[in-house]
């Protein structure tokens, strides 16, 4: 095997100082263009605003390291996508059916302590994930959760019953969570492992009256610790 030509091939290193100016001029950029978008992080990013950094990475990237590529083109193309950028954003404030269409619109995830997002077949979500980010929230059950909305920007904000308002709902602990049933052999409150709906049952097998899935769990009424 060439490990020398894995690893070096025919690089010039005389081109070698000329690709670190490159990189540090297109980085550069690249970070300027993000500064003036007034963003902070990547959890404030829409979908749109992540096209447009994807649009950015891939200007920036040939410019680094060919030689048949001036760096002038992509300052082109990184002006042409910045004043797309503010159009867009421009006729976003002015329409706000303009801008559902551009950013999306927030999505109800969790609607008294039940799940609304993933229940009907026209929408998808990644439920280990939303169980982390829920986890992370200190949200030991789904019957703690009065609303959950998934926003735009990939944050999820959550609202809370009151203590004397939590209800009996899934739980989301890992090791809970993993003791799933498709017969019942204790009477007792379970909770749909697919949509949430709380319910007591008797001993025996059941589909939910809601999605019609037949895989339960022990439901949890614990109040959230703050």
Same mark, same amino acid.
């Given at each position: 095997?060439?490990?020398?030509?894995?690893?070096?091939?025919?690089?010039?290193?005389?081109?070698?100082?000329?690709?670190?100016?490159?990189?540090?001029?297109?980085?550069?950029?690249?970070?300027?263009?993000?500064?003036?978008?007034?963003?902070?992080?990547?959890?404030?990013?829409?979908?749109?605003?992540?096209?447009?950094?994807?649009?950015?990475?891939?200007?920036?990237?040939?410019?680094?390291?060919?030689?048949?590529?001036?760096?002038?083109?992509?300052?082109?193309?990184?002006?042409?996508?910045?004043?797309?950028?503010?159009?867009?954003?421009?006729?976003?404030?002015?329409?706000?059916?303009?801008?559902?269409?551009?950013?999306? =619109?927030?999505?109800?995830?969790? =609607?008294?302590?039940?799940?609304?997002?993933?229940?009907?077949?026209?929408?998808?979500?990644?439920?280990?994930?939303?169980?982390?980010?829920?986890?992370?929230?200190?949200?030991?059950?789904?019957?703690?959760?009065?609303?959950?909305?998934?926003?735009?920007?990939?944050?999820?904000?959550?609202?809370?019953?009151?203590?004397?308002?939590?209800?009996?709902?899934?739980?989301?602990?890992?090791?809970?969570?993993?003791?799933?049933?498709?017969?019942?052999?204790?009477?007792?409150?379970?909770?749909?492992?697919?949509?949430?709906?709380?319910?007591?049952?008797?001993?025996?097998?059941?589909?939910?009256?809601?999605?019609?899935?037949?895989?339960?769990?022990?439901?949890?009424?614990?109040?959230?610790?703050?």
């Amino acid at each position: 095997m060439d490990w020398n030509k894995i690893f070096v091939g025919d690089l010039d290193f005389s081109f070698a100082i000329e690709i670190t100016i490159r990189t540090l001029v297109m980085f550069s950029m690249v970070l300027l263009i993000l500064r003036l978008s007034g963003k902070k992080g990547v959890r404030q990013l829409s979908l749109f605003e992540v096209a447009i950094i994807i649009a950015l990475g891939s200007a920036a990237g040939d410019p680094m390291f060919n030689k048949d590529t001036s760096i002038l083109p992509s300052l082109i193309v990184f002006v042409a996508i910045i004043l797309l950028y503010r159009l867009i954003t421009y006729l976003a404030t002015k329409s706000e059916k303009f801008e559902n269409i551009i950013e999306g =619109e927030p999505l109800y995830v969790i =609607e008294n302590g039940e799940f609304v997002l993933g229940v009907k077949k026209d929408h998808t979500f990644a439920k280990d994930e939303f169980f982390s980010e829920m986890r992370q929230e200190s949200i030991e059950h789904v019957g703690q959760v009065k609303t959950a909305i998934l926003e735009t920007t990939g944050n999820i904000s959550f609202y809370y019953f009151t203590d004397d308002e939590v209800r009996h709902g899934l739980p989301i602990l890992p090791h809970v969570y993993k003791k799933k049933l498709q017969f019942i052999e204790n009477s007792d409150h379970y909770s749909c492992t697919y949509c949430g709906y709380s319910l007591y049952l008797e001993r025996g097998e059941h589909h939910c009256s809601r999605c019609e899935k037949n895989e339960w769990v022990k439901a949890s009424n614990a109040l959230r610790l703050t």
